[in-house]
């Protein structure tokens, strides 16, 4: 047997797939035994990452309160307020004396963990306010929770995205929120630690997504596994690296003659991509986090055109400084000068464009925002370089 205790804390702290991996490989009894050292909501995580015939049988093996429990909260998807919600939570009647509610708060002995606010609810379980918990221990016995009561906090519904959900605990600086059902009933509630984990995730996408991977992926993923995720991104950056190869193709003639060009070629390339690897970054952040809205976005794209001329003109006068003390040609530096400066609005611009467009299509902007991204600056850069020597040079 194992330490059912530490095999919780280990499989509440895993990723999915590993997760997913370390419980498949456990004995029943030792799983069962580790799951129910979890909360309710990590062990519903824990069964959604696992087959489903594993997951019933680990729900047999509980007992029928806390089978009921769980069922409840797996009628609701992963990425829902009703996903992630616990149903610790302690309801109060808006007629109860203050007095006794600090006596029956006494018998429990200990409160759930980031107890901030008790939720008032009427005799059918309605949700009507909250009772903040520093009011309650301030507050005279004599006075009803009525009178403490805050009727305004607005409940979250458990179809709520898990999206908005960390929206407004960072918005309201929230350590615990009622979830209610379309009927206005309280069905749990949703603490910072739960949404702390909805954060991470979003973040490991959006940091994966931009390498070309996906949730799926992880350090320890099998060999075969891996190689067959990464090699479709390969794939498509062969694809893309030949597009930007049959533009310089068109200009096989002029670098034939001016072999300076081949030298600055990548300079262009490389100043548009990460120009505008800034900016997807920024744009796909904004997405994520809520803060990139229709009503804003052409004043995101007016200001990021402005940071690409601003940046655009800076360096194409450094690079042609430095062309023309290299190669001691200022045509070549006019040149070369003038292409920075287009690709890097270019860039820009794309770098708000292309997120937004995919994200409208339906296609996840951090996983092939940056392959289209890197094909735009290079397509851009090669032509309006080799293009412009080949108009001013021959």
């Not at 991977?213 to 596994?225: G, N, Q, S, Y």
């Not at 001691?328 to 820009?348: K, M, P, R, S, V």
């Amino acid at each position: 047997m194992i330490d059912s205790e530490r095999a919780g804390k280990v499989l509440r702290h895993l990723r999915e797939g590993v997760r997913r991996r370390l419980a498949s490989e456990m004995d029943l009894d030792d799983l069962v035994d580790a799951a129910r050292t979890l909360e309710p909501d990590d062990l519903v995580d824990l069964i959604q990452d696992l087959p489903e015939a594993q997951g019933r049988e680990i729900l047999a093996a509980l007992n029928q309160r806390e089978r009921a429990r769980l069922e409840s909260m797996l009628a609701y998807p992963e990425d829902s307020a009703g996903g992630l919600m616990n149903l610790d939570q302690i309801p109060v009647r808006a007629d109860v004396k203050v007095g006794t509610l600090l006596r029956y708060l006494r018998v429990l002995e200990d409160l759930p963990p980031n107890t901030d606010k008790l939720f008032v609810v009427d005799r059918k379980n309605h949700y009507q306010g909250i009772l903040r918990v520093r009011r309650l221990l301030t507050a005279k016995p004599e006075y009803p929770v009525s009178a403490l009561a805050e009727s305004d906090f607005e409940p979250i519904e458990a179809d709520t995205s898990s999206q908005d959900v960390a929206r407004r605990f960072e918005d309201q600086d929230l350590t615990s929120a009622p979830v209610v059902d379309g009927q206005g009933r309280l069905l749990g509630r949703i603490t910072i630690d739960d949404v702390v984990d909805v954060i991470r995730e979003q973040a490991e996408h959006s940091m994966m997504g931009l390498a070309g991977l996906d949730e799926e992926t992880d350090m320890f993923a099998p060999v075969l596994a891996s190689s067959r995720r990464r090699a479709v991104w390969l794939g498509i950056n062969l694809v893309t690296a030949f597009l930007a190869a049959w533009v310089i193709g068109l200009f096989e003639g002029t670098l034939q003659q001016v072999v300076a060009l081949a030298v600055l070629m990548p300079i262009v390339a490389s100043m548009g991509g990460i120009a505008g690897s800034q900016t997807l970054t920024l744009v796909i952040r904004g997405l994520a986090t809520g803060q990139l809205e229709r009503g804003n976005t052409r004043i995101l794209l007016l200001k990021e055109a402005g940071v690409g001329l601003l940046n655009g003109i800076l360096w194409a006068l450094v690079v042609a400084v430095l062309a023309v003390i290299w190669f001691g040609n200022w045509t070549i530096g006019a040149i070369i000068a003038a292409a920075i400066l287009l690709n890097l609005l270019c860039a820009a611009l794309a770098g708000v464009v292309i997120p937004l467009t995919m994200r409208r299509v339906g296609i996840d902007p951090a996983l092939a925002g940056s392959v289209v991204l890197t094909t735009v600056t290079d397509v851009v850069g090669f032509f309006a370089f080799l293009g412009l020597a080949t108009l001013i040079l021959l």
